[in-house]
């Protein structure tokens, strides 16, 4: 009889990895630091009132977070929309820019044909990028470049930088295109444009952050009888002769021959610094800066809507809004501002009445909003700056049994929910193939 792997770290990363190996009759122990599941990618209570601590944006690349869905019998209807690529940015409260790539046509030919057909770009401008996209999809360099360099080298003009481009880098990498890692954006770019061309479809949710995959992912442990013990954060790893034997938390100890370490990269520094064969994956994550995330959720009265489920906006300082009322809250708005700036100087007042001026300049035929709430993740996602992929870990170490999840590993991704459910399952079918070869 196996021991239980345990995970420490209910994040997508650590659900994803649970419920792999649970799929595969692998006995494990969930351990998580807070009271509930998700991670970075939860909801939130606010004055009785539920918010998702961070607008995600889903595609049809997300491979693993599709399947694991199907592990939990959800079907994809149930929980999104799926639509064709439809990219509109305001530039000012009249004029816009509107990419969307045909549902019928192959890929990458399908991106063609909507930079062809983009609205609001002059069609010189059209011609440029068109000539050089493919060279750009196909880009491979060992030296990494930033975003901004990339899109130079192949003569991208300036209004698609800035309306097409620079969005998709920010909500990507949340990560400005002068600091971005070309190498990772290309890498994204590649998984969303190339191979099959639903990859670039937009999976628009249906329901809040928790409904898609923490509480039904908490259901299904449940039913299986799997232990998930919460407010448990691990304060020591037990190794001997360079191999785990188990870990301690502040209530108890748990023995395990693997341990997937399922925690945000911070946390995993503190955990292995100091053990000699991790040193070299310890200056790694030392070397690791973040990036913030600022959610403004503002409540305008019901009948207030985008007339789309989001969009971008130009020259200010949310780059993102999104309408709620696809997840069953009518006039909610959530302006989302990605990556550092001045607004993280700002109170929430000031932030939240920036915002609503902003906004009544692009919509002002909109009423004024009711109330708002501002949530700030201040280490949302790791920054993906110039060579972050030497960076990042790989999910199998040094040390004998213990293993690395999360979306800061070398996915190849930037910090995505699908990078991180894609590391845990990563980790899960390491441990199930090591098993399969010990028991046969």
């Known amino acids: 009889m196996h021991k239980p792997v ?9 659900i994803a990895a649970t419920i792999q190996l649970t799929h595969h009759g692998i006995p494990v122990t969930l351990l998580e630091a807070a009271s509930t599941l998700g991670g970075r990618a939860r909801c939130v209570n606010h004055n009785d009132q539920e918010f998702d601590n961070g607008q995600h944006l889903f595609i049809g690349a997300y491979r693993s977070l599709l399947k694991i869905l199907r592990i939990l019998d959800i079907e994809e209807d149930d929980i999104f929309i799926r639509q064709p690529l439809s ?12 990419l969307t790539t045909p549902r019928l046509l192959p890929a990458p030919l399908h991106l063609l044909v909507g930079l062809v057909c983009t609205q609001g770009i002059v069609l010189n401008d059209k011609c440029r990028a068109l000539s050089r996209l493919n060279s750009m999809l196909a880009w491979k360099d060992p030296h990494d470049i930033s975003v901004s360099a990339l899109l130079n080298e192949f003569s991208q003009p300036r209004a698609l930088r800035e309306y097409l481009w620079e969005p998709i880098c920010l909500a990507s990498l949340n990560t400005p295109i002068e600091h971005a890692s070309a190498k990772v954006f290309i890498e994204t770019l590649r998984e969303s444009f190339t191979g099959n061309r639903a990859n670039s479809d937009l999976l628009i949710p249906k329901k809040n952050i928790c409904e898609i995959f923490p509480s039904p992912a908490q259901q299904y442990l449940k039913k299986h009888n799997i232990d998930v013990h919460f407010c448990e954060r691990v304060k020591h790893l037990d190794i001997s002769n360079n191999t785990v034997k188990g870990l301690s938390t502040r209530h108890a100890s748990f023995d395990a021959d693997h341990i997937i370490l399922a925690t945000a990269p911070r946390q995993t520094l503190r955990l292995i610094n100091g053990i000699q064969p991790l040193d070299s994956i310890s200056k790694k994550l030392g070397n690791f800066e973040y990036e913030p995330i600022c959610t403004v959720y503002l409540q305008y009265p019901q009948q207030t809507q985008l007339g789309r489920p989001f969009l971008a906006i130009s020259a200010a300082t949310a780059q993102w809004i999104f309408d709620r009322r696809i997840t069953g809250t009518p006039g909610m708005m959530a302006a989302v501002i990605s990556a550092d700036g001045p607004h993280m100087a700002l109170s929430n007042e000031q932030l939240i009445e920036n915002v609503k001026a902003e906004l009544a300049i692009f919509f002002p035929h909109w009423p004024s909003a009711q109330s708002a709430n501002v949530i700030r993740e201040k280490r949302a996602t790791f920054r993906c700056s110039l060579d972050i992929d030497k960076q990042r870990p790989a999910n199998v170490t040094d040390l004998k049994g213990l293993w690395l999840a999360g979306d800061y590993t070398d996915t ?21 193939d090591h098993y399969q070869k010990t028991d046969s």
């Open 6 to 14: 345990i995970i420490a770290g209910g994040g997508w990363a650590g």
């Open 87 to 98: 990219l509109l940015t305001k530039t000012s409260s009249t004029k816009h820019v509107r």
């Open 412 to 432: 190849k991704l930037p910090a995505t929910l699908e990078g991180a459910v894609r590391s845990g399952i990563q980790c899960a079918n390491r441990i199930i």
